[in-house]
Each structure stands twice: as structure tokens, then as C-alpha cells.
């Protein structure tokens, strides 16, 4: 077949039409058209170019999955070397480094006049440097040593938000732009959740993964790794080219020719600004998409760059304040197992206390027994520590050439530690239980524990502590004797007197009437969380017409698999748990129960096809009542902000999304507006 012009046309429509759809989706975070639009572009001009091999080119979209497997990178020289930074460890530091500034620019500032800086996250990441030519991606390098760095021009051109062809026309003949290639969290964890899976290489932080994913010799590895790049500087420019005479607006430019810059970088002015900006960044650390271990802080002005120079391998106007590390080492002393509301025994790393993060750990999680066969792991070890966020303190590897010779095997106890029982472990599943059940008394205290908490019964005043005090003083055995605790009993607890028992039991009887989902919930089935457990009282109306439910009719709630359908039915065959809430129900235990509503029903609730994001903290109703009031009105409710969300709920505190929100020009409710919006569509006591 030969190429015709009019095909051509066509291949030029299909590449344009795609590179424009990318860069919505993977820079801007605003995608206009469905995935499936893309999908059908995207395969429309494969096509093409599968019956025409003539027009394939090195910058169409269908070019960026990968090549075969290289022997080795070659080294790519730095016109203008990659420079490195000087670190600020504290504020200190950091007012320091202005005053040296201020001192070196003497005679130029004016008497008060504060200095302009650019305040960008320092993403955890590797610096990389691309190169453009007319607008074509001709070379990637990693910095290396700063003079000297590898060839991996094949693997960046699979990162998808990498334009092989630069936007606009007003870019320079020769451009090099660099930055960070970094993986985000999420990315991250869903990368390692299917390597644990699959037995593959479990990375130990975002950082090595974007490193190991980058190394690849072979890039269609690296095209199915979620990495980003995130520009923060230019190199070399051609001389034709103006630059423009602030590095904010060299971003802009970066931005315009379509790629990416940060979004949360800010210009202030004086270092009183950077330091509250570092302050800022510091609180919305955890809640960003993406590892930071510092800020940079860069004096904006060119010129002033200029005259300031440089010193050994970094400039004199740039700095990097660095937060606390979220990795350390220190001493694995021993392993407890914990027993858990379904009987796992949990693999609990006793720690030599280390600081991390800003706070002092000394315990950590294992996961299971495979974690601890995956990391070969052993008591006496030196480990290294992973707190990231809110999340349970990691281990992450062990040091092996710090091992004494007195290191020990960890070893699963046969017998639970709480109750004795048999320790049972299902071949297909990575945890081992307790066989005890309802006989262990951790795990009645935590089916109990469960049972009141805040997205169960809500059970005012209820808290761990005196679950715990309740179950030892052999006051409550199972759930319903909660509701036949007598004043006289409770009073005499520790802590306790006769107004708090009495304020425990007015709670009580408050909890007695709930709603459907939330009684679901509350009765702890295995994998049946929040969700679900809505998903079923929507679906079925009624909990009789659930426990009666055979495999295929749970098959159909929306998220029910055939996991939590084979929990459901276990749990409902066993007698026990029949009793269980029959017991409930005799004890006054009710729930309003009606037929569902019907597609068409739903269609017509207020906020049907609509899509809402609930970000930061809502102090009158908590996240979780919210979403059920958005649901119950028809409304959707997904986790991440993009051009599909209609409206951003943001309470105290919100981060990255509201940024991104803001970003995009989606409506924004705090909580009185959100408060104001439910009542609006009559929806009373809030
Ligand atoms: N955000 C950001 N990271 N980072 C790293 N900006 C930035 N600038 C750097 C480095 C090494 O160097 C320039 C100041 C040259």
C-alpha cells in the first residue's frame, strides 16, 4: 500500500490530537476526553502505522513503550555541569545562608530591601537532564558526577508525562531542561502491592524505585514503571533564544513548552517567607502525591544569581533546608506477635529507640512471615526504618554486614501468646491465625473494640481503654452484654464514677438505633469495611435478605468479590453468629430497613453524576458521615481530585488536593458551606 498524503494528514491529526490529550492528562492533571477516547485514537493510529512502517517516526506517541535491551548505557559529557546543592539543617542554617547572600550583595540592595526567592519542594528523586533539539527530545542523561552521566535517553522517552516533541513554537533551537524523575506514592505502593504478589522485587522507598526503574537496561521495563518528571532548572540554551530575567518565569516558559513544574512552588519575598514556607511544606508533607526530603530555596533574580557565582559544585544562591529523614537505623531487639480482631498474629519489630522523622520509634511492623522471609530478617540485626507519614513505622532492609554471629531465626509460635490455641496458617493466605476466636480475650476485646468505634456504632464515651477494663473485670463476654451493663458495675471500674457510667450508658442506648451499613460493619466480618458494608445495605434493603443471600446474588454488589462473598456466607452459616444477632435485636438493637433504591430511583437523587472529593479535616461531621450524606443524595465519592470531580469538600488542614482543586477551577465547599449545602437538599440535624 502506498502512503498517501491524505493518510498522512491523518497521522498528523492522530499524533497532534494524542500528544494533546497526554499532556491535559499527565501534566496538567486535567484530562478532557475518557481514557476510552484515547484508547481509540491511540489504536486508530498504531494501525496505521502497523500497515505503513514508512511513517513511523521517533516522536509518535505509539514510540514511547520501550526498545530492546541496551548492553550497557554510554556516557553522556554535561555541556554545563549539574550542580549539586548546600543543605540548611535547620532555621538557623537557612537565615545564615541570607545574611551571607546579603553580605555578598552589599552596595546592590537597597537599605530593607528584602530579596526574591523561588520556593520549590525538593522531590526525592533522581536529577536527570533532557535534551531538546527543534523541539525534539534527542538525549536524556543522569547527573552522575555532575560532569559525566549516563546515557538514558531510551527510558526517559517512556515516561509518560516526558514530551517527545515540544509544545508551541517559541521554545529555543537547542533546550536542555532539568529535573527530577521520581515515582509518586501511590504509584509506589501499587508497584510493590503486586511485586509482593507475584514474588518480584519489593522496593524499599519511592526513591530507589525510580532509581531501579531508570536503570533498566531494558526500556519497556522502565515504560511500566508510574514515573514522572518534574522540571526545576534549564541547562544549556541556544544563544538565539532571550532568556527571560527571573527563574519563576523560566518555569513558566518550561510549563508552556508542556512539561511539568511544581505545582505547590511558590515565589515569596525575605527569608522570613521561606521560612514559613518551609513551615507550610513541613505540615503538608505527608498528604503530598510525592516524597520531599527538603525545600529549595533560589534567589530569583538571574542577575543576582549571576553576581553571587558559585562555589566548588553549588551555587551560592540556592539552598536546600532539608526536614528530619524518614529513614534511620538502628537495632532490631526482638519480635512479639500480636494478636488482632480476626485472630492474625502480627510479626511486631522490637526496636532499639531511633529517632525518625521527628519522632522517637521503637516499634515496628513486619506484616507476616513472608515479609520477614522476604527482607531475611533475623533478631539482633540492624535494620533500617521507614516512617513516612501517618503510617505504622516500616522495616525496610536489614544491614547484613552488621550481623553478629549471635543473630536468631524469628520463629512463628505454634500456639497463640494470648489464649494458647493452635496457630493455624492457610496455604493460600500470608497470615496465620489464632483458632481461638471469641475465646481469646484480644481478640473479644478487639471484635468489641470494633464494635463501638467511631465508623461502627459510634458508641460515645466507649473508647479501647475501657473495652479493655469492661472484658477484664469480666463484665462483657460478647457484644450484647454491652447493652445489659448495669450502672453499679461500670461505676465501680477504675476511673470510672457514677456520672460517667451513667453517661456510658445513655450512650449505649443511643447506639442501639443505627443504620443497616453501619451494623454490618460493626459485626466485623472479614474484608467487609465501610464501603462494602454500605454497598450491601444499599443494595439489599434489608439484612434478612443478606443473610439469606446465596454467592451469585452477592456477586452483584458493587465491590464484592469472590473473597468477601465466600467471608459473608461463612459467617452467616455459623450458628453462632446468628445468635449472635438475634441476641442484638432481643437486646433493642434496630435499624430503619426499606427497599432499595432503583437505578432509575437513583438517577433522579439531587446529586446523581456528579463526583465529589473529601479532603483535610471536617470537625462537626468527620469524613465518613459526609461521604454517606453525598451518597444517600446520589452523589459519587472518589479519593483523588481530577477534571471529572465537580466539587472539592475541604476541611481543616487540606493539602495537595485543594492545591489541585484550585488548580483546575473546581467549586470549593469548607465544612460550613458544606454544612449549608446538605441542608440546602433537605437534609436535616446536621
Ligand atoms: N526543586 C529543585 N530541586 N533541585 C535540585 N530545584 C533544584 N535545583 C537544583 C537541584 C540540584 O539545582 C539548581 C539550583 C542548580
Same mark, same amino acid.
Given at each position: 500500500?502506498?502512503?498517501?498524503?491524505?493518510?498522512?494528514?491523518?497521522?498528523?491529526?492522530?499524533?497532534?490530537?494524542?500528544?494533546?490529550?497526554?499532556?491535559?492528562?499527565?501534566?496538567?492533571?486535567?484530562?478532557?476526553?475518557?481514557?476510552?477516547?484515547?484508547?481509540?485514537?491511540?489504536?486508530?493510529?498504531?494501525?496505521?502505522?502497523?500497515?505503513?512502517?514508512?511513517?513511523?517516526?521517533?516522536?509518535?506517541?505509539?514510540?514511547?513503550?520501550?526498545?530492546?535491551?541496551?548492553?550497557?548505557?554510554?556516557?553522556?559529557?554535561?555541556?554545563?555541569?549539574?550542580?549539586?546543592?548546600?543543605?540548611?539543617?535547620?532555621?538557623?542554617?537557612?537565615?545564615?545562608?541570607?545574611?551571607?547572600?546579603?553580605?555578598?550583595?552589599?552596595?546592590?540592595?537597597?537599605?530593607?530591601?528584602?530579596?526574591?526567592?523561588?520556593?520549590?519542594?525538593?522531590?526525592?528523586?533522581?536529577?536527570?537532564?533532557?535534551?531538546?533539539?527543534?523541539?525534539?527530545?534527542?538525549?536524556?542523561?543522569?547527573?552522575?558526577?555532575?560532569?559525566?552521566?549516563?546515557?538514558?535517553?531510551?527510558?526517559?522517552?517512556?515516561?509518560?508525562?516526558?514530551?517527545?516533541?515540544?509544545?508551541?513554537?517559541?521554545?529555543?533551537?537547542?533546550?536542555?531542561?532539568?529535573?527530577?524523575?521520581?515515582?509518586?506514592?501511590?504509584?509506589?505502593?501499587?508497584?510493590?502491592?503486586?511485586?509482593?504478589?507475584?514474588?518480584?522485587?519489593?522496593?524499599?522507598?519511592?526513591?530507589?524505585?525510580?532509581?531501579?526503574?531508570?536503570?533498566?537496561?531494558?526500556?519497556?521495563?522502565?515504560?511500566?514503571?508510574?514515573?514522572?518528571?518534574?522540571?526545576?532548572?534549564?541547562?544549556?540554551?541556544?544563544?538565539?533564544?532571550?532568556?527571560?530575567?527571573?527563574?519563576?518565569?523560566?518555569?513558566?516558559?518550561?510549563?508552556?513548552?508542556?512539561?511539568?513544574?511544581?505545582?505547590?512552588?511558590?515565589?515569596?519575598?525575605?527569608?522570613?517567607?521561606?521560612?514559613?514556607?518551609?513551615?507550610?511544606?513541613?505540615?503538608?508533607?505527608?498528604?503530598?502525591?510525592?516524597?520531599?526530603?527538603?525545600?529549595?530555596?533560589?534567589?530569583?533574580?538571574?542577575?543576582?544569581?549571576?553576581?553571587?557565582?558559585?562555589?566548588?559544585?553549588?551555587?551560592?544562591?540556592?539552598?536546600?533546608?532539608?526536614?528530619?529523614?524518614?529513614?534511620?537505623?538502628?537495632?532490631?531487639?526482638?519480635?512479639?506477635?500480636?494478636?488482632?480482631?480476626?485472630?492474625?498474629?502480627?510479626?511486631?519489630?522490637?526496636?532499639?529507640?531511633?529517632?525518625?522523622?521527628?519522632?522517637?520509634?521503637?516499634?515496628?511492623?513486619?506484616?507476616?512471615?513472608?515479609?520477614?522471609?522476604?527482607?531475611?530478617?533475623?533478631?539482633?540485626?540492624?535494620?533500617?526504618?521507614?516512617?513516612?507519614?501517618?503510617?505504622?513505622?516500616?522495616?525496610?532492609?536489614?544491614?547484613?554486614?552488621?550481623?553478629?554471629?549471635?543473630?536468631?531465626?524469628?520463629?512463628?509460635?505454634?500456639?497463640?501468646?494470648?489464649?494458647?490455641?493452635?496457630?493455624?496458617?492457610?496455604?493460600?493466605?500470608?497470615?496465620?491465625?489464632?483458632?481461638?476466636?471469641?475465646?481469646?480475650?484480644?481478640?473479644?476485646?478487639?471484635?468489641?473494640?470494633?464494635?463501638?468505634?467511631?465508623?461502627?456504632?459510634?458508641?460515645?464515651?466507649?473508647?479501647?481503654?475501657?473495652?479493655?477494663?469492661?472484658?477484664?473485670?469480666?463484665?462483657?463476654?460478647?457484644?450484647?452484654?454491652?447493652?445489659?451493663?448495669?450502672?453499679?458495675?461500670?461505676?465501680?471500674?477504675?476511673?470510672? /464514677? #457514677?456520672? +460517667? @457510667?451513667?453517661?456510658? &450508658?445513655?450512650?449505649?442506648?443511643?447506639?442501639? !438505633?443505627? *443504620? $443497616?451499613?453501619?451494623?454490618?460493619?460493626?459485626?466485623?466480618?472479614?474484608?467487609?469495611?465501610?464501603?462494602?458494608?454500605?454497598?450491601?445495605?444499599?443494595?439489599?434493603?434489608?439484612?434478612?435478605?443478606?443473610?439469606?443471600?446465596?454467592?451469585?446474588?452477592?456477586?452483584?454488589?458493587?465491590?464484592?468479590?469472590?473473597?468477601?462473598?465466600?467471608?459473608?456466607?461463612?459467617?452467616?452459616?455459623?450458628?453462632?453468629?446468628?445468635?449472635?444477632?438475634?441476641?442484638?435485636?432481643?437486646?433493642?438493637?434496630?435499624?430503619?430497613?426499606?427497599?432499595?433504591?432503583? /437505578? #432509575?430511583? +437513583? @438517577?433522579?437523587?439531587? &446529586?446523581?453524576?456528579?463526583?465529589?472529593?473529601? !479532603?483535610? *479535616? $471536617?470537625?462537626?461531621?468527620?469524613?465518613?458521615?459526609?461521604?454517606?450524606?453525598?451518597?444517600?443524595?446520589?452523589?459519587?465519592?472518589?479519593?483523588?481530585?481530577?477534571?471529572?470531580?465537580?466539587?472539592?469538600?475541604?476541611?481543616?488542614?487540606?493539602?495537595?488536593?485543594?492545591?489541585?482543586?484550585?488548580?483546575?477551577?473546581?467549586?470549593?465547599?469548607?465544612?460550613?458551606?458544606?454544612?449549608?449545602?446538605?441542608?440546602?437538599?433537605?437534609?436535616?440535624?446536621?
Amino acid at each position: 500500500m502506498t502512503l498517501t498524503s491524505e493518510m498522512m494528514t491523518r497521522i498528523k491529526q492522530l499524533r497532534a490530537q494524542l500528544n494533546s490529550y497526554s499532556h491535559q492528562y499527565y501534566v496538567l492533571d486535567a484530562p478532557t476526553v475518557p481514557d476510552a477516547e484515547y484508547d481509540r485514537l491511540y489504536r486508530e493510529l498504531e494501525g496505521i502505522e502497523k500497515d505503513y512502517p514508512e511513517a513511523v517516526t521517533l516522536d509518535s506517541p505509539t514510540q514511547k513503550v520501550g526498545a530492546p535491551p541496551l548492553a550497557s548505557f554510554s556516557q553522556v559529557s554535561h555541556e554545563l555541569p549539574m550542580l549539586s546543592l548546600d543543605n540548611a539543617m535547620n532555621n538557623d542554617e537557612l537565615t545564615d545562608f541570607n545574611r551571607k547572600v546579603r553580605d555578598r550583595l552589599k552596595g546592590l540592595l537597597a537599605e530593607g530591601q528584602e530579596l526574591e526567592f523561588a520556593c520549590e519542594p525538593k522531590l526525592d528523586g533522581l536529577a536527570v537532564s533532557i535534551l531538546y533539539e527543534d523541539g525534539q527530545l534527542v538525549q536524556a542523561a543522569t547527573r552522575g558526577d555532575g560532569s559525566t552521566g549516563e546515557n538514558i535517553t531510551l527510558n526517559v522517552r517512556t515516561i509518560k508525562n516526558v514530551p517527545l516533541t515540544l509544545q508551541g513554537i517559541d521554545f529555543p533551537k537547542r533546550l536542555e531542561v532539568r529535573g527530577e524523575i521520581y515515582m509518586p506514592k501511590a504509584g509506589f505502593e501499587k508497584l510493590n502491592q503486586n511485586a509482593r504478589e507475584n514474588d518480584d522485587k519489593v522496593f524499599a522507598n519511592p526513591r530507589n524505585a525510580a532509581a531501579g526503574s531508570l536503570r533498566q537496561l531494558d526500556s519497556r521495563i522502565t515504560a511500566k514503571r508510574p514515573l514522572e518528571f518534574c522540571a526545576y532548572s534549564i541547562g544549556i540554551v541556544s544563544d538565539e533564544f532571550t532568556l527571560p530575567t527571573k527563574h519563576g518565569e523560566i518555569l513558566q516558559n518550561i510549563k508552556r513548552w508542556g512539561l511539568k513544574i511544581n505545582s505547590d512552588m511558590a515565589i515569596v519575598e525575605g527569608i522570613q517567607a521561606c521560612v514559613d514556607y518551609f513551615s507550610e511544606l513541613g505540615r503538608k508533607r505527608d498528604n503530598l502525591d510525592y516524597d520531599i526530603d527538603g525545600i529549595v530555596f533560589k534567589i530569583n533574580d538571574l542577575d543576582i544569581q549571576q553576581q553571587l557565582g558559585f562555589v566548588a559544585r553549588a551555587p551560592r544562591w540556592a539552598i536546600a533546608a532539608k526536614f528530619p529523614a524518614q529513614e534511620e537505623m538502628t537495632l532490631l531487639e526482638d519480635v512479639d506477635f500480636q494478636v488482632g480482631r480476626t485472630g492474625a498474629l502480627t510479626p511486631v519489630a522490637r526496636l532499639k529507640a531511633v529517632h525518625v522523622a521527628g519522632v522517637m520509634v521503637s516499634n515496628a511492623t513486619l506484616h507476616n512471615m513472608d515479609e520477614i522471609t522476604r527482607l531475611g530478617v533475623k533478631i539482633g540485626d540492624t535494620v533500617v526504618i521507614r516512617r513516612a507519614g501517618d503510617v505504622i513505622p516500616q522495616v525496610v532492609t536489614v544491614v547484613i554486614d552488621r550481623r553478629p554471629a549471635s543473630a536468631t531465626d524469628i520463629i512463628m509460635p505454634t500456639n497463640c501468646p494470648v489464649c494458647g490455641s493452635k496457630v493455624e496458617r492457610i496455604a493460600s493466605e500470608a497470615v496465620a491465625r489464632c483458632s481461638g476466636g471469641l475465646y481469646c480475650g484480644t481478640q473479644r476485646k478487639e471484635a468489641i473494640k470494633h464494635f463501638a468505634s467511631r465508623k461502627a456504632l459510634d458508641v460515645d464515651g466507649l473508647g479501647d481503654k475501657l473495652v479493655e477494663l469492661l472484658v477484664d473485670a469480666g463484665l462483657i463476654d460478647s457484644f450484647d452484654d454491652l447493652f445489659h451493663l448495669r450502672l453499679e458495675d461500670v461505676a465501680k471500674l477504675e476511673r470510672m /464514677a #457514677e456520672k +460517667s @457510667a451513667q453517661n456510658l &450508658l445513655d450512650s449505649l442506648e443511643v447506639a442501639k !438505633t443505627t *443504620t $443497616l451499613g453501619r451494623f454490618l460493619y460493626a459485626l466485623g466480618i472479614r474484608e467487609v469495611g465501610v464501603t462494602t458494608a454500605q454497598n450491601l445495605a444499599d443494595y439489599f434493603g434489608y439484612l434478612e435478605r443478606i443473610q439469606n443471600a446465596d454467592e451469585a446474588t452477592l456477586l452483584a454488589v458493587p465491590d464484592v468479590g469472590e473473597i468477601v462473598a465466600q467471608h459473608l456466607l461463612a459467617f452467616f452459616a455459623e450458628p453462632h453468629n446468628q445468635s449472635i444477632i438475634e441476641q442484638l435485636q432481643k437486646a433493642g438493637m434496630n435499624w430503619p430497613e426499606s427497599e432499595p433504591v432503583s /437505578a #432509575e430511583e +437513583s @438517577a433522579e437523587l439531587p &446529586l446523581a453524576g456528579k463526583v465529589y472529593v473529601i !479532603t483535610g *479535616t $471536617l470537625a462537626e461531621m468527620g469524613r465518613d458521615d459526609a461521604k454517606q450524606y453525598l451518597q444517600a443524595l446520589g452523589g459519587k465519592v472518589t479519593g483523588s481530585v481530577s477534571a471529572k470531580t465537580h466539587c472539592l469538600v475541604a476541611g481543616e488542614k487540606a493539602g495537595s488536593k485543594l492545591t489541585k482543586a484550585q488548580g483546575l477551577g473546581i467549586d470549593i465547599l469548607d465544612e460550613a458551606g458544606f454544612i449549608d449545602f446538605l441542608r440546602l437538599h433537605g437534609v436535616s440535624g446536621v
